[in-house]
């Protein structure tokens, strides 16, 4: 009496095998140096979705680039959260400038899938009074008691830059005025910023942790295709047409299954018998 209580336990595990993630990611890259590349995240051709590019360097270190010519170092990638964390650019040697105006501070391509987090603070310094102006009208804080003033007095390196600084504002970001960018550096407006994730404005400014800025990623959708040989490295899924674009194809699961885009897998219900 014990042999079919045996073959049933090997047939409903069997069942839960078959119905649950089958496949590694699709197409995901190569490891950059020792950090994962999770997909969407493409470093090259004929690996992850291209519209989600960072970049791989010879020393195995991955950037994000944007915007004209702006680039920043890649400090943590969460898939699971969809985002990553870059390291802000900080200021050129000796002058309350950041490394960055030329290219104008991060500013991301709206027609891509990514976008700025609203977890970011960030503190901009050397501020006109144009600058001033405008920001106040767009309701950043550039009050005298400001919390821009005590990041001035008491980070170290914003002290030794940006000596005799008065003029600065700070504000969150994730609106809609920067779902895109972090800060347009300029020398007309502020000439330096610097950012912080999950600020706890009640915290001393040496607990603020290392600078940062946190950049998210839409989920991506099924990868197009154009040929059922396109979708072969999709486990369970067939090029077909897609439903939300005309005239365009995609690998879509199979009936049953559904589009796992967090790990780039069909993957269905997991079935358990009550027997």
């Not at 969809?82 to 490394?99: D, H, I």
Request: a neutral charge; charged letters at 20%; proline letters at 8%.
């Amino acid at each position: 009496m014990e042999f079919p209580w045996l073959f049933l336990t090997t047939f409903t595990l069997c069942l839960l095998l078959s119905f649950s993630s089958t496949a590694e990611s699709f197409k995901r890259c190569p490891n950059c140096g020792s950090t994962r590349v999770p997909y969407p995240l493409s470093t090259g051709p004929g690996c992850g979705d291209p519209d989600y590019k960072i970049r791989c360097d010879i020393r195995g270190s991955l950037w994000f680039d944007t915007l004209n010519g702006s680039t920043n170092p890649i400090k943590l990638i969460d898939p699971s959260g969809q985002r990553f964390v870059l390291a802000p650019p900080g200021f050129e040697p000796n002058t309350c400038v950041s490394v960055d105006i030329k290219s104008h501070g991060i500013q991301l391509d709206p027609n891509l899938p990514f976008n700025v987090s609203s977890s970011n603070t960030v503190i901009i310094m050397n501020c006109t009074k144009d600058g001033l102006d405008g920001y106040i009208s767009q309701g950043f804080n550039c009050s005298d008691n400001s919390l821009c003033h005590k990041f001035l007095n008491e980070n170290p390196e914003a002290r030794g830059k940006c000596r005799g600084v008065t003029s600065c504002c700070w504000y969150k970001t994730g609106a809609s005025v920067n779902t895109y960018k972090v800060y347009r550096a300029r020398t007309e407006k502020c000439t330096a910023y610097q950012s912080f994730m999950n600020l706890d404005l009640t915290m001393p400014v040496s607990k603020w942790g290392e600078p940062a800025v946190e950049i998210l990623w839409e989920a991506p959708r099924e990868p197009v295709c154009k040929i059922p040989g396109d979708c072969t490295g999709l486990v369970n899924s067939v090029c077909s047409v897609d439903p939300k674009s005309l005239g365009q194809k995609r690998c879509l699961c199979k009936k049953g299954l559904q589009w796992d885009a967090v790990n780039a897998v069909c993957e269905g219900p997991v079935l358990i018998y009550d027997f």
